[in-house]
């Protein structure tokens, strides 16, 4: 036992590495992702294909279809589901645990380059390790005007371009989602009585707009020493010259789109949208980054809006462009309203459970202080409860972990397990103690015979969630971190209890003046008081009162142990105790299981309302 004979020898050194494990922890805390709960691993792809204006059936049938033919290859896959509707089909893939996600992506990315082709104006499919059915959003911002004649949906172009990138440069987010803007567009809009006066269809107008809006490459053409590249440029510039396409050259001259249709700029029709401050707005929606710490992010998204609604800002220069078109009122000004902030959850909750951990490691020391009646043992036996807290936050950083209201709960599960080595240490040195050793050696004698049985009980609390560690799938992700935090609390507890704790017990703890013995029957006929020195009739009153106290808890105690004697005083006494324990808890909880569920249900202060239209 070198380690426990040094730090009694050593117990300077032994506070060196106490503060420094402290700082170290602190260090911990500030590096440590903070979420709301642990980062499962994914074993989902979703394959999402945007296709405007086109139903739900051609969805299916032109796109979904297809890339089902062969993405039903792909190794490691169970099962493969879709989903189609106006505009956008939806293939969710899920594999076997334990899949090699990055493989899967380059395989399935691989699958859908055979596909022999799409439909035209069909968007290329987007490849995401992201379950659908589990996006969460952390926040919800929206462009809002103080203008009310100030249409902001409107502002599709600004903010995907101007505001979406600095967004998308934050740490920490992944996606940047834009939801209720209408993007710009020219529109044509055609008069069928010109058209079939000029004997044309739609589909010649179609051909002549799809055919004529494009750049092309028209090779290069050698000119002394230089290559002159040439193209040929026929993108539409502006309405105007949309109408002075020419549709079909004719014996009584060409036939204009001017003709037969009326040219315009506007918006495309506001299919989704959103309404906040009984305004619509626009809005973005932002996902938190694989391994990302919330809060962190949620503050730098918080300073970025700031900057953005602050003087000199972006949207304070798009609101004096908009003032000199004429399209923004005078004096009006654009700023961005934050409607939703997971973070606050977040908050709350890591805060309630920060306060559990606090009361409950007050309530177990005062419950130590209730039984021991010493303040030096009591605040011995209290420093393992922040250290092994603190060590444990260093472990979950260790290890890739985050700190959430799984890592949190075990913690708070931890505070009274992590004081019971201590208990048994500290009062086996106080036993020695009063035997008359000296306080090193009692510290010593004493932490030494109960290493053994401390070690034990240690192991056998860290092999009952060694499993845990071991499940692969969904739940067990879930629940490793209270493992580990638990396991990581009281495995420090038992270096504290073996180290710490005998060291300040050879410094803190004094010699007793008198054998155990008669200490114990002084307590216990109540003299001890009068050997107290004279004090002020309060503080004598107060000692009273503890005494008082602690003479009830021994006659208790007694009362205890006489039950004890009388209940294993005999062969069928024993039998008889046991079974009727074994049966009152069996029946017991069959009779008070609650309900299973495969998580607790919060309450996120939220509420969700789903309306469904007539057809």
Do not use: C
Request: cysteine-free; hydrophobic content about 50%; charged content about 20%.
């Amino acid at each position: 036992m070198n380690l426990i004979r040094g730090a009694v020898q050593q117990p300077k050194t032994v506070a060196v590495v106490v503060l420094l494990s402290v700082m170290l922890a602190s260090v911990a805390l500030r590096s440590v992702p903070i979420r709301m709960a642990p980062e499962v691993d994914s074993v989902v792809i979703s394959v999402a294909t945007a296709w405007e204006n086109a139903s739900a059936e051609e969805i299916e049938s032109d796109v979904i279809e297809q890339q089902e033919k062969y993405l039903g290859d792909v190794s490691g896959l169970e099962s493969m589901t879709s989903i189609a509707r106006s505009g956008r089909g939806l293939v969710r893939l899920q594999f076997a645990i334990g899949t090699d996600i990055d493989a899967a992506l380059a395989e399935v990315d691989q699958k859908l380059s055979e596909v022999p082709r799409y439909p035209d104006d069909v968007d290329e499919p987007a490849i995401e390790p992201v379950d659908p059915e589990s996006v969460d959003y952390i926040a919800w911002v929206g462009l809002s005007s103080d203008d009310p004649d100030f249409d902001t949906t409107t502002l599709f172009d600004f903010m995907d371009r101007r505001m979406r990138p600095v967004f998308e440069r934050i740490p920490g987010v992944s996606q940047v989602g834009m939801l209720g803007a209408r993007e710009s567009e020219t529109q044509v809009i055609v008069d069928a009585h010109e058209l079939a006066m000029r004997g044309l269809t739609y589909q010649d107008l179609i051909d002549a707009l799809q055919v004529n809006n494009a750049n092309f490459s028209a090779g290069k053409l050698a000119e002394g020493k230089n290559d002159v590249r040439i193209r040929v440029l026929g993108r539409f510039e502006d309405p105007t010259s949309v109408g002075d396409l020419v549709i079909r050259r004719t014996e009584a001259g060409p036939i204009y789109v001017r003709d037969v249709a009326r040219v315009e700029t506007g918006y495309k029709e506001l299919t989704e949208w959103v309404r906040a401050r009984g305004n619509l707005m626009p809005f973005f929606n932002f996902q938190l980054a694989s391994g990302g710490n919330m809060l962190e992010t949620m503050d730098d998204l918080k300073s970025e809006i700031a900057r953005m609604n602050g003087p000199g800002g972006l949207l304070e220069q798009h609101a004096r462009t908009l003032r000199a078109e004429d399209q923004l009122a005078k004096n009006a000004k654009l700023e961005l309203v934050q409607t939703w902030d997971s973070s606050t959850y977040v908050l709350q909750s890591l805060d309630l459970v920060q306060s559990n951990i606090l009361v409950g490691g007050l309530l177990a020391t005062f419950v130590l202080l209730a039984f021991l009646r010493s303040f030096r043992t009591v605040g011995i036996i209290a420093i393992a409860i922040p250290l092994s807290v603190l060590g444990t936050v260093v472990v979950l950083l260790v290890l890739g972990r985050s700190v959430n209201i799984i890592s949190l709960a075990g913690m708070a599960f931890a505070v009274g397990m992590v004081v019971d080595n201590a208990i048994v240490v500290i009062e086996n040195i106080y036993r020695h103690l009063q035997a008359g050793k000296s306080p090193q050696r009692a510290a010593f004698d004493g932490t030494q015979e109960v290493a053994g049985a401390v070690f034990a009980s240690t192991l056998t609390t860290l092999i009952v969630f060694l499993p845990i560690l071991m499940i692969q799938e969904a739940a067990g992700q879930l629940f490793r971190d209270i493992a580990l935090a638990i396991m990581a609390a009281v495995g420090l507890s038992l270096v504290v209890s073996l180290t710490v704790i005998p060291s300040a017990a050879s410094i803190l703890l004094k010699r007793s003046a008198r054998p155990r013995g008669e200490l114990d029957e002084l307590r216990q006929s109540g003299e001890l008081v009068a050997m107290a020195p004279s004090k002020p009739g309060r503080i004598r009153r107060r000692v009273n009162a503890v005494v008082r106290f602690a003479k009830r808890m021994t006659d208790l105690s007694a009362l205890i142990g006489a039950m004890v004697r009388f209940l294993i005083g005999g062969w069928s006494r024993r039998v008889v105790t046991v079974g009727l324990f074994v049966t009152v808890t069996v029946v017991g909880i069959f009779l008070l299981l609650p309900p299973l569920d495969y998580l607790p249900k919060g309450n996120r202060n939220l509420v969700f309302s789903v309306m469904v239209p007539p057809p």
